[in-house]
């Protein structure tokens, strides 16, 4: 079975606990959902899978030329040693490759589509990026070098992947001893936290012993609530602007900047920096004080019609995707590629209409606008 087929067969699954999560959200009074934003998410995740199809020949392909040709060891694929030994890798692995996709620009541009919700539920868990097939390979070829079979990266992999499901949720408290070992809810949600105390912290996949062991562990404070997004908020529901915006950013920068040092360090140093002279402020005034409350979320109110539409549109382009995946191994690369775009300009026009001010709204907004003035 082809890993693509194993995410269809969990996805009614993953629409059971989202199911599940909404309706002890609403039955509490602690409703974490809007429609928008949550056709939003998983648009981006159905595009990501089928990136990922296409994009799945080259990533695996260098993987199984570094085992083939580089391997110090001959580990069979047979011995529960291995896998185990080869999840522990993997997850290990993945705490810095997720680390750096916080610290360095290159893979921030490809990690920052999974933050960009202002809600945090498991809806935001299926959002995910389209570009990281460029450069996250890198981070996992140890396992190929020391001898992990190509079977058993993958199969690690997805279940890394699909462990981290579950702590998308702020309806599941803290769990005790659980947290202190673990990626759980508690812990995750301050990763996805734009809160100072928060920025940066808990990258463990599986594991959060790594984040203890090499100083970006932080626990969720009783008096800081997590808010939840990116600092540079996205303000769209287009999934081709979500991919795109941090790209779009850094090569700006990279224009600005003057010399070959200056324009590789934009992408590798920190998304936030600055090449000198790009209209910084001056150096002697302090930069103010983040305020994670500030700003409002992004939120156009839809008719009701709009809202139809939009979830009858993504309904059909979610059967489209399912059917694209579980048959995607007999289709020629082209029509994957049609697929795809198919897909993407589909969720891009359930973005416009999740994106579109009822009547109504439009005209008390201008009323109130002209009462002001």
């Given at each position: 079975?082809?890993?693509?087929?194993?995410?269809?067969?969990?996805?009614?699954?993953?629409?059971?606990?989202?199911?599940?999560e909404?309706?002890?959200?609403?039955?509490?009074?602690r409703?974490?959902?809007?429609?928008?934003?949550?056709?939003?998410s998983?648009?981006?995740?159905?595009?990501s899978?089928?990136?990922?199809?296409l994009?799945g020949?080259?990533?695996?392909g260098?993987?199984?030329?570094?085992?083939?040709?580089t391997?110090l060891?001959?580990?069979?694929?047979?011995?529960p040693?291995?896998?185990?030994?080869?999840?522990?890798?993997?997850?290990f692995l993945?705490?810095?490759?997720?680390?750096?996709?916080?610290?360095?620009?290159?893979?921030?541009?490809?990690?920052?589509?999974?933050?960009?919700?202002?809600?945090?539920?498991?809806?935001?868990?299926?959002?995910?990026?389209?570009?990281?097939?460029?450069?996250?390979?890198?981070?996992?070829?140890?396992?190929?070098?020391?001898?992990?079979?190509?079977?058993?990266?993958?199969?690690?992999?997805?279940?890394?992947?699909?462990?981290?499901?579950w702590?998308?949720?702020?309806?599941?408290?803290?769990?005790?001893?659980?947290?202190?070992?673990?990626?759980?809810?508690s812990?995750?949600?301050?990763?996805?936290?734009v809160?100072?105390?928060?920025l940066?912290?808990?990258?463990?996949?599986?594991?959060i012993?790594?984040?203890?062991?090499?100083?970006?562990?932080?626990?969720?404070?009783?008096?800081?609530p997590?808010?939840y997004?990116?600092?540079?908020?996205l303000?769209?529901?287009?999934?081709?602007r979500?991919?795109?915006?941090?790209?779009?950013?850094?090569?700006?920068?990279?224009?600005?900047?003057?010399?070959?040092?200056d324009k590789?360090?934009?992408?590798?140093?920190?998304?936030?920096?600055?090449?000198?002279?790009?209209?910084?402020?001056?150096?002697?005034?302090?930069?103010?004080?983040?305020?994670?409350?500030?700003?409002?979320?992004?939120?156009?109110?839809?008719?009701?019609a709009?809202?139809?539409?939009?979830?009858?549109?993504?309904?059909?382009?979610?059967?489209a995707?399912?059917?694209?995946?579980w048959?995607?191994?007999?289709?020629?690369?082209?029509?994957?590629?049609?697929?795809l775009?198919?897909?993407?300009?589909?969720?891009?026009?359930?973005?416009r209409?999740?994106?579109?001010?009822s009547?109504?709204h439009?005209?008390a907004?201008?009323?109130?606008?002209?009462?002001?003035?």
């Amino acid at each position: 079975m082809q890993p693509a087929q194993i995410i269809v067969l969990v996805t009614p699954l993953f629409f059971l606990l989202i199911g599940i999560e909404l309706w002890v959200g609403l039955r509490s009074g602690r409703n974490t959902y809007r429609l928008n934003d949550a056709l939003s998410s998983i648009g981006l995740g159905m595009l990501s899978q089928l990136v990922g199809v296409l994009t799945g020949v080259f990533t695996l392909g260098i993987y199984v030329w570094v085992f083939e040709h580089t391997a110090l060891l001959q580990l069979s694929a047979g011995s529960p040693w291995v896998w185990g030994l080869g999840l522990l890798l993997y997850d290990f692995l993945y705490y810095w490759h997720h680390r750096f996709g916080h610290t360095t620009a290159l893979f921030w541009a490809a990690h920052a589509v999974h933050h960009q919700s202002e809600d945090y539920n498991l809806s935001t868990a299926l959002r995910q990026t389209s570009s990281g097939w460029l450069a996250g390979w890198i981070f996992y070829l140890p396992m190929a070098v020391i001898g992990f079979p190509p079977l058993v990266f993958v199969v690690v992999a997805l279940i890394d992947l699909l462990y981290q499901y579950w702590v998308h949720t702020q309806q599941i408290g803290r769990l005790g001893w659980f947290d202190r070992w673990f990626c759980s809810p508690s812990n995750h949600r301050v990763h996805h936290a734009v809160n100072d105390p928060y920025l940066d912290r808990n990258y463990g996949g599986i594991l959060i012993v790594w984040d203890r062991m090499f100083g970006s562990f932080q626990d969720e404070l009783d008096t800081e609530p997590c808010v939840y997004g990116t600092r540079d908020a996205l303000r769209s529901w287009n999934p081709l602007r979500a991919n795109w915006q941090v790209y779009g950013d850094l090569l700006r920068k990279t224009r600005s900047a003057t010399g070959l040092r200056d324009k590789l360090r934009v992408w590798w140093e920190p998304a936030h920096w600055q090449p000198p002279g790009a209209g910084l402020p001056a150096p002697e005034l302090p930069e103010p004080r983040y305020d994670p409350r500030a700003q409002q979320r992004y939120d156009p109110l839809m008719s009701a019609a709009g809202r139809r539409a939009a979830l009858a549109a993504f309904v059909l382009l979610l059967g489209a995707t399912a059917a694209t995946l579980w048959w995607a191994h007999l289709m020629a690369p082209w029509q994957q590629a049609l697929c795809l775009i198919a897909v993407a300009a589909g969720m891009s026009g359930v973005g416009r209409l999740c994106s579109a001010t009822s009547t109504a709204h439009a005209s008390a907004e201008a009323h109130a606008k002209g009462v002001s003035s």
